[in-house]
């Protein structure tokens, strides 16, 4: 059964830094062959989309909102995706998610990915 668990969230103030963990089970290929994307969700907005980064070493796009504070990276070894942020804002509150997509180069469409995980709770306190 496909599994993504995602971790890291926390409560952290205005400037300081977290990093998501999302690990993947039970997948019959290596991760590395599925893009993968960041998405979060603020109470009260629509889900929105953070990052994506294609499969089989694939380049990563950010929204505009993160561009410059955030990184992806993929441990394939671990099958475990980062997300690292910096310079956090009280706009970054939210439920981050990561979710798969079987080769799908950089296209992380919201209502068209394969898998999802639960989600991790970041709020950034002013």
């Known amino acids: 059964q496909l599994q993504l668990v995602e971790s890291g969230g926390a409560l952290v103030q205005t400037g300081g830094s977290l990093r998501l963990s999302c690990e993947a089970s039970g997948f019959t290929l290596p991760l590395d062959y599925y893009t993968i994307g960041w998405f979060r969700q603020a109470p009260g907005k629509e889900r929105e989309g953070v990052s994506c980064?294609?499969?089989?070493?694939?380049?990563?796009n950010y929204a505009d909102s993160v561009k410059g504070r955030f990184t992806v990276s993929r441990v394939n070894a671990k099958n475990t995706v980062y997300l690292q942020m910096n310079s956090l804002k009280p706009e970054d509150t939210a439920i981050y998610y990561c979710a798969t997509k079987y080769y799908s180069g950089n296209h992380c469409p919201s209502d068209g990915m394969n898998s999802w995980g639960k989600g991790t709770l970041v709020t950034v306190s002013s």
């Open positions: 980064t294609g499969h089989r070493g694939g380049s990563t």
